[in-house]
């Protein structure tokens, strides 16, 4: 089995993706002219109301945002309201105004309308991890500096695929002895399908390797060791990565690489999360058969009989994961959010395995993610996340076993417990409300005109969980 198959076989129970990019109007009937269709269910949208596009946004917030019965309001409350002036100068097409307005009304900066001249670059943002244009490896500045020493060479990039490899020194370039940085930075940069020519020393040995410089992906997960305690950083959790099987493939990766270990540390500082069935993947590999990962409440359209139903999936595992026996020590952040949260939650509610450093973010809400037919790109917050039990962590985080604020001081803490291996989680869930979820906008009506242009249309932390 490859590794893209392993991933799939990592979800066992309802594989589809929770946080779903598809074309989609769940078969809604907004460009009917028939307005008594449209009318009675839908808190009185007429086919006559704005555009098509504007309907059918409207009815994807009907169905499907968690709040819509606090914050979404007549559809007429959304037409011609907007500062025209304020979003034309921000490059806004004005026949989207009034689309932006209504969701930015939803008080949520996680649900928002991205129209067609911007969405697929934010598309892009979510679901790769960040790319390079290089030959992708790193020096060892250990080394003195009239040696050029590879230290790590990329996964799937262009010198990986060339055939360099870490430890191999680089003694010219097209030919050229680098004798300077200068000189060495100079004959590195290229253009794509470029081709630059290393040659390199190996072992007693000089190889000649053509690069053919092409965009490659970033790992999303490192690995490093502390007093001979492996460390598992993971940066996002994404399915386009250096790896086939992304995050998740990287990962199960690092694990396999230290199987001859009983304790490892993962990471999860300053990660904001990513792609659901990426963490859920991970999480599963390090619980038992029978185990509950997490459970997700989603909000979903009737459309049978106009209206927002729900249901709740709880991920149980079918088999043991491949490293249940390892004992598992997390490091955790303020900044530790969504995707993060639920690997924590998933492992450290069955495990019971401690947490190192801060409070987490207290993300326990999801969105569904979609392209309308317009190719304009929805994010809608339809999604809550449960642990096994049926308890939420959203607004408080998780509390970490031991209080830590200095990294350098945290990670020695978990190298500690690591070795120890016998800790077990006693800390919960946080107590007081971590205040990222403060409604972003005015309350409705005490401004009319009022627009919240949201920081979120360039996002700086995985909006799907």
């Known amino acids: 089995m490859g590794r893209l198959g392993l991933l799939f076989q990592g979800i066992r129970q309802n594989a589809p993706l929770i946080a779903t990019i598809a074309i989609t ?65 921000k490059g806004i097409p004005w026949d989207y105004h009034d689309i932006y307005y209504m969701y930015a009304q939803m008080n949520d900066p996680y649900t928002y309308y991205v129209d067609p001249s911007r969405a697929m ?10 790319q390079k244009l290089d030959a992708g490896f790193e020096l060892d500045s250990a080394y003195i500096p009239e040696k050029r020493v590879i230290k790590k060479v990329f996964e799937n ?12 020194e680089i003694v010219e370039i097209e030919g050229v002895v680098p004798e300077k940085n200068t000189v060495f930075n100079r004959l590195s940069v290229a253009s794509e399908g470029d081709t630059i020519t290393y040659t390199v020393k190996r072992d007693s040995s000089n190889l000649i390797f053509p690069v053919l410089i092409e965009p490659y992906n970033m790992p999303t997960v490192e690995l490093s060791f502390k007093d001979s305690i ?13 790896n086939d099987s992304g995050t998740y493939g990287e990962f199960i990766r690092y694990l396999q690489a230290t199987k001859d270990y009983k304790t490892t540390i993962i990471d999860l500082r300053n990660n904001g999360g990513g ?17 509950t ?37 997390f490091l955790a952040n303020e900044y530790t959010a969504s995707c993060s949260e639920i690997m924590l939650v998933g492992v450290v509610s069955n495990k019971r395995y401690p947490i190192v450093g801060k409070n987490t973010y207290g993300k326990g809400i999801g969105q569904t993610s979609f392209f309308t037919f317009s190719y304009s790109l929805v994010s809608i917050t339809n999604m809550r996340t449960i642990d096994k039990d049926g308890n939420t962590y959203h607004r408080y985080g998780l509390v970490p076993d031991f209080d830590i604020i200095d990294d350098a001081i945290a990670l020695d803490k978990a190298v500690a417990l690591a070795k120890d291996q016998n800790y077990v989680r006693v800390a919960g869930y946080g107590t007081t409300n971590t205040g990222h979820f403060a409604k ?16 979120e249309y360039s996002p700086k932390i995985k909006l799907m969980f």
């Open 25 to 89: 109007s769940f078969g809604f009937t907004a460009c009917s002219s028939d307005s008594t269709t449209v009318s009675a269910p839908y808190n009185g949208l007429k086919s006559s109301m704005g555009s098509p596009e504007f309907q059918q946004n409207y009815m994807h917030l009907f169905y499907l945002y968690n709040d819509k019965d606090k914050y979404l309001r007549k559809p007429e409350s959304y037409l011609g309201k907007v500062d025209t002036e304020a979003l034309v100068d």
């Open 121 to 130: 670059a934010l598309l892009s943002s979510w679901t790769s991890s960040e």
């Open 157 to 168: 990039s262009p010198a990986d695929k060339a055939g360099i490899k870490a430890g191999d």
């Open 230 to 242: 492996p460390v598992i950083k993971i940066s996002e959790f994404t399915r386009q990565t250096s």
């Open 275 to 291: 792609e659901v069935p990426q963490c859920i993947a991970m999480a599963q590999e390090l619980l038992s058969k029978g185990d």
């Open 293 to 329: 990962a997490i459970g997700i409440t989603s909000m979903v359209p009737d459309t049978v009989h106009k209206k927002q139903a729900s249901e709740t999936t709880f991920y149980i595992n079918e088999r043991d994961g491949l490293f249940k026996d390892r004992y598992f020590v």
């Open 440 to 455: 972003t906008a005015l309350e409705q009506d005490s401004m009319p005109g009022f627009f919240y242009f949201s920081e």
